[in-house]
């Protein structure tokens, strides 16, 4: 018995060694998984708003065509309508993709953007 009492403040520290030395491990793997996580995320959406910025240049593009401004080859109403309703489509994905990391609330927040217009 005086053996195993002379031991087990080894043990203890051992063990407790251990545990601490898991504990630091997990705080830090943890948080190297976020900062992943968040590089990711910056790239993603940087991405999401350039391509939205792309889609709202097609619009523009669109009714710049139509007759908003100068342009030497215009576009009749219906090729119009049909360009700038294609481009108001791209955009929407676009928007939604922007959003989407929020909850996706895109569409609801673009059609409530609409309809107060």
Same mark, same amino acid.
């Given at each position: 018995?005086?053996?195993?009492?002379?031991?087990?403040?080894?043990?203890?520290?051992?063990?407790?060694?251990?545990?601490?030395?898991?504990?630091?491990?997990?705080?830090?793997?943890?948080?190297? %998984?976020?900062?992943?996580?968040?590089?990711?995320?910056?790239?993603?959406?940087?991405?999401?708003?350039?391509?939205?910025?792309?889609?709202?240049?097609?619009?523009?593009?669109?009714?710049?065509?139509?007759?908003?401004?100068?342009?030497?080859?215009?576009?009749?109403?219906?090729?119009?309508?049909?360009?700038?309703?294609?481009?108001?489509?791209?955009?929407?994905?676009? %928007?939604?993709?922007?959003?989407?990391?929020?909850?996706?609330?895109?569409?609801? %927040?673009?059609?409530?953007?609409?309809?107060?217009?």
């Amino acid at each position: 018995m005086a053996g195993l009492a002379g031991q087990l403040p080894v043990l203890i520290g051992v063990v407790v060694g251990a545990a601490s030395t898991y504990l630091a491990t997990a705080a830090t793997e943890r948080l190297r %998984w976020r900062r992943r996580t968040q590089v990711r995320w910056d790239e993603q959406r940087a991405i999401a708003y350039t391509e939205y910025g792309h889609a709202v240049s097609r619009c523009v593009a669109v009714a710049r065509r139509r007759g908003v401004g100068h342009f030497p080859h215009p576009l009749t109403f219906d090729e119009g309508r049909a360009e700038l309703s294609i481009a108001e489509g791209e955009g929407e994905v676009r %928007w939604e993709s922007i959003l989407r990391p929020v909850g996706g609330v895109g569409g609801c %927040w673009r059609r409530l953007g609409g309809a107060l217009v």
